[in-house]
């Protein structure tokens, strides 16, 4: 079993809609929860960050973060034909005695305008 | 700043040849590390590195792989001898110790090996 698993999709959507983007993960060690985002070609860049259960909202961006289920969210509101990228959850924790930061797959997302 | 700087940007070579990737990290980050993103497996962390020495190297698939970092701002990744299944874009991020989980990465690597 993968440490994260996210579901690769691809996921297409129209201008304005909500989106809402998942990963779950294996080990209850894992102590922070980031989302990333990687336009095409490019490197990954930090989106979100949180620590504890609950939301965090950024602009149009909501993080969610359910510990008891090993369960983070990510909702896009108002989506925009610039969200379109790959959207990676992260997340670390202390793993074998060293700190690890863990990628899900990729969430590949198309906004239609 | 100019952030995180790789390179080559591109490489293709061929099978049995040696590469060797290199990489500047973010002036004043103390921790670097090396993932390679493939679409099969994702973005899989090969190495990292704290003040220059390497902390955890379990991800580096093989003893063909090997990653050096002789000072703070420098850092090389190795592939002797390189294979196919090696085709991947190799990204380094560099951040300011493990405190947080943000990481800086650069625009990769892209090798492909015939």
């Given at each position: 079993?993968?440490?994260?698993?996210?579901?690769?999709?691809?996921?297409s959507?129209p201008?304005?809609a909500?989106?809402?983007?998942?990963?779950?993960?294996s080990?209850?060690a894992?102590?922070?929860?980031?989302?990333?985002?990687?336009?095409?070609r490019?490197?990954?860049?930090?989106?979100?960050?949180?620590y504890?259960?609950?939301?965090?909202e950024?602009?149009?961006?909501?993080a969610?973060?359910?510990?008891?289920?090993?369960?983070?969210?990510?909702?896009?509101?108002?989506?925009?034909?610039?969200?379109?990228?790959t959207?990676?959850c992260?997340?670390?924790g202390?793993?074998?005695?060293?700190?690890?930061l863990?990628?899900?797959?990729?969430?590949?997302?198309t906004?239609n305008? | 700043d100019?952030?995180v700087i790789?390179?080559p940007?591109?490489e293709?070579?061929?099978m049995g040849?040696e590469v060797t990737l290199?990489?500047?990290?973010?002036?004043?980050?103390?921790?670097?590390?090396w993932y390679?993103q493939t679409?099969m497996?994702?973005l899989e962390?090969?190495?990292?590195?704290?003040?220059?020495?390497?902390?955890d190297?379990?991800?580096?698939?093989?003893?063909?792989f090997?990653a050096?970092?002789?000072?703070?701002?420098?850092?090389?990744?190795?592939?002797?001898?390189s294979?196919?299944?090696?085709s991947?874009?190799?990204?380094c991020?560099?951040?300011?110790?493990m405190?947080?989980?943000?990481?800086f990465?650069?625009?990769g690597?892209?090798?492909?090996v015939l």
């Amino acid at each position: 079993q993968k440490e994260v698993e996210q579901d690769p999709g691809p996921l297409s959507v129209p201008e304005g809609a909500i989106v809402s983007l998942n990963c779950t993960y294996s080990n209850s060690a894992f102590q922070y929860f980031m989302w990333y985002r990687q336009y095409s070609r490019k490197g990954p860049e930090l989106l979100m960050y949180t620590y504890s259960s609950g939301n965090k909202e950024d602009g149009r961006f909501t993080a969610q973060v359910d510990k008891s289920s090993k369960y983070i969210s990510l909702f896009i509101r108002d989506s925009q034909p610039s969200d379109s990228a790959t959207y990676l959850c992260a997340i670390k924790g202390i793993l074998q005695g060293a700190q690890k930061l863990v990628f899900g797959q990729g969430t590949r997302l198309t906004i239609n305008p | 700043d100019a952030g995180v700087i790789q390179s080559p940007r591109h490489e293709v070579t061929e099978m049995g040849q040696e590469v060797t990737l290199r990489c500047k990290p973010i002036s004043g980050h103390n921790s670097l590390f090396w993932y390679r993103q493939t679409m099969m497996r994702g973005l899989e962390l090969l190495i990292y590195f704290n003040n220059n020495v390497p902390i955890d190297d379990s991800g580096m698939p093989e003893d063909r792989f090997s990653a050096k970092m002789p000072n703070a701002s420098f850092s090389t990744l190795k592939i002797q001898p390189s294979e196919p299944r090696d085709s991947a874009v190799y990204f380094c991020a560099s951040g300011q110790g493990m405190n947080t989980g943000e990481l800086f990465f650069g625009e990769g690597s892209r090798l492909t090996v015939l």
